[in-house]
């Protein structure tokens, strides 16, 4: 039974519920984001929040209105700084509601991706080596364990060769390498591609877990075999039958790529950080090229999600390439953000254009690192 302070205006007041609730927004930079939604009942004593924080009304940036029982927020000339999570709470005396929508904004594109993957796939299958020493540029994946090493591999062979296979063993979501040995991946498309790809054990956080960074650091310099089972408490010594005295250039690493999982950038512990470091250090000192490799980019931005045609527009990405640049030290245009193929089995020509974009971009260094030690060495 509504008692006589129940109803106000003659209609009478309920508990606050949402009739609508907002919905999650999308917009270019510049543009307008309209907030809206509409409530059971009126007079209620609204407030809006932007990331758990009361959200302070800027003019000509901040519309608030409440029109009965409709309540909209619009946010004119939008920019990176309005992108957030942003909630409505009713509240009367007889209690409270809210709801809550994510707001993305579209940065202007900062790198283009040419999203035909034939013509791109076309311009690398072309790819020669020009060069009498070195018929194969070789790279090697190092990085963290779960960082995506494996599946980058699996990705690149389901890019060149038009279906998907788990070629390399990939972990369900684990903690423990389950790549041990070093691998080596050819890549076949109408004859072998000349790109050869190594596969490592992960890095872990403790001092004898985990690939080591001085057989790492041999791997770079050619003096390891395929197939050496990694042993993480003792590194390759001269003798073993998988140490290779004398390596030639055709046996060194052309191009480092470290491995980093977008989402977890800045929940990388130091220990991880400083056995990178460390062999971006010997990389640096031997002169390789070293990118990094940004995977999970699907999980780390919602505009990804949706599509990948956005990487490049997205704040979160280009934050975290940003976190990343700082944390390794390597240059943001040497970041490349990937999604590696993991649940899906069809292929999908964004996920393709991405990976041989990144190809693209590298292959031409790795080249030159190779003339440049030729030249040296004649
Ligand atoms: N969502 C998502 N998952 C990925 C991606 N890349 C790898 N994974 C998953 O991450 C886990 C670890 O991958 P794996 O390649 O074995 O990592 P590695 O230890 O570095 O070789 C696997 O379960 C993959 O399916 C990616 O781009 N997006
Ligand atoms: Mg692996």
């Excluded at 791997?219 to 089972?229: F, N, P, R, S, V």
Aim: aromatic residues 6%; hydrophobic residues 35%.
């Amino acid at each position: 039974m509504l008692s006589y302070t129940d109803s106000v205006m003659g209609s009478a007041q309920s508990k606050p519920e949402f009739i609508t609730v907002l919905g999650d927004k999308q917009v270019g930079i510049g543009k307008e984001i309209s907030l809206s939604c509409e409530t059971n009942t009126e007079g209620l004593k609204v407030t809006w929040e932007k990331d758990g924080e009361k959200l302070i009304c800027v003019q000509d940036k901040h519309i608030m209105k409440q029109d009965g029982t409709k309540c909209s927020l619009k946010i004119l000339n939008a920019d990176e700084r309005d992108e957030g999570n942003y909630t409505i709470k009713l509240k009367n005396k007889l209690g409270t509601d809210s709801c809550s929508a994510m707001v993305l904004v579209e940065l202007k594109e900062w790198r283009t991706v040419q999203w035909k993957q034939n013509a791109m796939v076309d311009s690398l299958k072309e790819f020669k080596m020009d060069n009498d020493q070195v018929r194969e540029l070789n790279f090697l994946l190092f990085g963290p364990v779960g960082a995506g090493k494996s599946s980058v591999i699996n990705t690149i062979k389901a890019v060149f060769e038009g279906r998907y296979c788990v070629i390399c063993p990939v972990a369900a979501q684990s903690t423990k390498s389950n790549t041990k040995t070093y691998e080596k991946y050819s890549i076949r498309r109408e004859g072998v591609i000349p790109l050869v790809f190594y596969d490592t054990m992960g890095v872990e956080k403790q001092e004898s877990a985990g690939v080591r960074t001085d057989d790492i650091i041999n791997a770079l310099k050619g003096h390891i075999t395929e197939d050496y089972a990694f042993n993480p408490i003792l590194q390759i010594l001269e003798g073993n039958p998988q140490y290779r005295m004398n390596p030639s250039l055709c046996d060194r690493i052309h191009c480092l790529v470290n491995v980093v999982r977008a989402d977890k950038i800045a929940l990388m512990d130091e220990e991880y950080i400083n056995k990178m470091k460390k062999v971006r250090e010997a990389a640096r000192t031997m002169g390789i090229l070293q990118v990094v490799f940004m995977t999970d980019v699907d999980l780390a931005c919602p505009l990804i999600k949706d599509s990948l045609r956005y990487i490049y527009r997205s704040r979160k990405i280009k934050e975290n390439m940003q976190k990343c640049s700082n944390l390794l030290g390597v240059p943001v245009n040497c970041i490349f953000p990937v999604k590696n193929y993991h649940e899906e089995t069809d292929l999908n020509e964004d996920t393709n254009c991405l990976m041989l974009d990144a190809l693209k971009r590298i292959i031409p260094s790795a080249q030159e690192y190779v003339v440049k030690c030729s030249t040296n060495t004649t």
